[in-house]
């Protein structure tokens, strides 16, 4: 079962220092000693996902736009990374933020 494999690596303490904390920083060294190379988010091996470098430039292209367009901030709240239960592994509270449009892009987001 993928979703309890995934559920259980990619949360589980002894792979992950602070499983539950959302730390970027631990996929910023070389592949070799990064703790990202038990990130398996795609799968492994022959069934693994063939959409894997697509759907990592989507999602960093998704991610630059958001950061280009608009100013963000939180609302204050600590981030709560408690999980629904169900198939896939969303957030039981929703991430809450402020964003505005950055000054230079209104003109270009009002053709949006
Ligand atoms: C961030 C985006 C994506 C994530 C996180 C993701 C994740 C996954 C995972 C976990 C699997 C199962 C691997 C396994 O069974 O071990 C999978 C399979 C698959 N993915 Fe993706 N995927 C993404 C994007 C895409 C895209 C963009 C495509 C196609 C354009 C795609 C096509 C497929 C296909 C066809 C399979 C089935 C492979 C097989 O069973 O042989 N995925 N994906």
């Not at 398996?40 to 998704?62: I, N």
Request: with cysteine; aromatic share 8%.
């Amino acid at each position: 079962m993928l979703i309890v494999n995934a559920w259980a690596m990619q949360r589980d303490p002894k792979v992950w220092e602070e499983p539950n904390e959302f730390k970027p920083e631990r996929f910023e060294a070389a592949p070799v000693e990064r703790e990202g190379s038990k990130f398996v988010a795609f799968g492994m091996g022959r069934r693994a996902c063939p959409g894997a470098t697509m759907g990592m430039h989507v999602v960093s292209l998704a991610l630059a736009v958001l950061i280009q367009c608009f100013e963000w901030d939180t609302t204050g709240l600590k981030m709560d990374m408690k999980l629904n239960s169900g198939l896939t592994l969303s957030k039981a509270n929703p991430l809450e933020a402020f964003c505005t449009p950055r000054q230079d892009m209104i003109e270009l987001l009002s053709h949006v």
